[in-house]
């Protein structure tokens, strides 16, 4: 945790000194991607009718993802880049249990992961045909992770439902990313770019808030806490993943 703290530092110095000298290239930039999910945590879909369950995995990190952007000239071939992410979970995650044959829950989770991130870009030329760059950066990452359930019972000719919402509240991370670009300039002010990247990152739940409950002793916020015999340790959840971007690069200054 330590060297990833220092290395934070470091990056916002040095991005700091390029603001400050004021005479290096600035450009903005916006690209849009999807991601491969490196891990999850596993969901089972319980059905009586059937000799086996169905498996699904969450992963914050997989999804559509957006990025917007700045990067700084540092010198000839080096870059520092300033980077907001956002990724949506898409498709949602929806578990259907059937404990029985008359009850079926269906639970639907939607989540997203937004990241503010400061990298490193030494840049070259491949072959002499292409222009590319690759780096690392560092970034604070946060998650949201919420939840709706909806239970439906028929017997005969009656059907009742009963429904159960919530959220899982998460710490923020710090975590770390890669990538190996392309340019493909359109203008001398105007670039497009394709990328393959990673983020490294996880989250640990701090505590479970559930807004709305057929039970009403149910409503509430259950924390995580580590070694502690009254509440459950804190889950870690995996939010790394693969990532392809494809976007936009304009000169500014």
């Known amino acids: 945790m330590k060297r990833i703290i220092?290395?934070?530092?470091a990056v916002a110095?040095?991005?700091?000194?390029?603001?400050a000298e004021g005479d290096e290239k600035i450009?903005?930039?916006?690209?849009?991607?999807?991601?491969?999910?490196?891990?999850?945590?596993?969901y089972s879909s319980d059905d009586a009718t059937k000799p086996s369950a169905e498996t699904k995995y969450f992963n914050y990190g997989k999804g559509l993802k957006f990025d917007f952007g700045a990067r700084f000239g540092l010198a000839d071939n080096l870059k520092a880049q300033a980077d907001f992410d956002i990724s949506f979970n898409v498709p949602k995650l929806e578990i259907v249990n059937k404990p029985i044959a008359t009850t079926t829950e269906t639970t639907k989770f939607s989540s997203s992961m937004f990241g503010i991130k400061a990298k490193i870009i030494p840049e070259f030329e491949f072959l002499e045909l292409i222009n590319?760059?690759?780096?690392?950066g560092i970034?604070?990452?946060?998650?949201?992770?919420?939840?709706e359930s909806k239970t439906s019972t028929t017997i005969g000719s009656i059907t009742t439902s009963s429904e159960r919402e919530g959220k899982?509240?998460?710490?923020?991370?710090?975590?770390?990313?890669?990538?190996?670009?392309?340019?493909?300039?359109?203008?001398?002010?105007?670039t497009l770019f394709g990328e393959l990247g990673f983020d490294a990152v996880s989250f640990r739940w701090k505590k479970e808030v559930v807004e709305k409950s057929p039970v009403a002793s149910e409503v509430g916020t259950r924390n995580y806490e580590k070694d502690d015999p009254n509440n459950l340790p804190p889950p870690k959840v995996p939010?790394?993943?693969?990532?392809?971007?494809v976007g936009v690069r304009m000169g500014v200054l």
Do not use: C
């Open 239 to 245: 939010a790394s993943n693969w990532q392809l971007r």
């Open 132 to 136: 590319m760059y690759t780096g690392v």
């Open 13 to 19: 110095m040095i991005t700091a000194n390029i603001v």
């Open 27 to 42: 450009s903005l930039l916006g690209s849009i991607g999807f991601g491969a999910g490196i891990g999850g945590n596993v």
């Open 168 to 190: 899982f509240v998460a710490a923020p991370s710090l975590g770390l990313s890669g990538f190996l670009g392309a340019d493909f300039p359109l203008s001398s002010k105007l």
């Open 6 to 9: 220092y290395a934070a530092a």
């Open 139 to 147: 970034g604070l990452y946060w998650g949201t992770f919420k939840y």
